[in-house]
């Protein structure tokens, strides 16, 4: 029942993105994705190789589960909230982006702890939050160093 799960997740979340009126480029979203992905790959490695806080299962298709959360719906999360944040016309809805978003991290990280693709050892939900709202920052913090590096390079390419 979790890989079927995590492919829908993981379709609807790539719809959701395809459609959504982007603020930034293609090339802009590809960078952020790909550091959240690489960012994503080394926090789950260390949790669970490294620090040992959780466990991940070593059945298969649960496995698969934890790569499609880790690879493709955590960054593409990120990036729809990156893309829709952006375009938030009032503090009110910026914050209620926010927390829509943060709650969809916390929601797979319960369905990846109820469908045993992770154990907690040393970890909690509430660790899980924090960390949660650290990449949605970081998103942030990331999404405006690239759109400021796109700024610079277009104002170095007018001059030539």
Known sequence: MALPAAIVIALYTI??????????SFLQNAIVFMLFSILTIVYGTLLNLQLAWIDVTKDSSLFLFYLLNRNIIRPLIILIFINVFIGGKSLKNKVLIFIGMFLFLQL????????GVVTYTKWNL??????????LMLGLG???????????????????
Do not use: P, W
């Open 108 to 115: 797979m990280d319960t369905l990846s702890q109820f469908l």
């Open 142 to 160: 990331l999404s405006k160093g690239v759109y400021y590096l796109k700024r610079e390079s277009s104002m170095h390419d007018n001059s030539l």
């Open 126 to 135: 509430l660790y899980a939050g924090i960390a949660n709202c650290v990449f």
């Open 15 to 24: 719809y959701i993105f395809y459609f959504l009126k982007k603020r930034f």
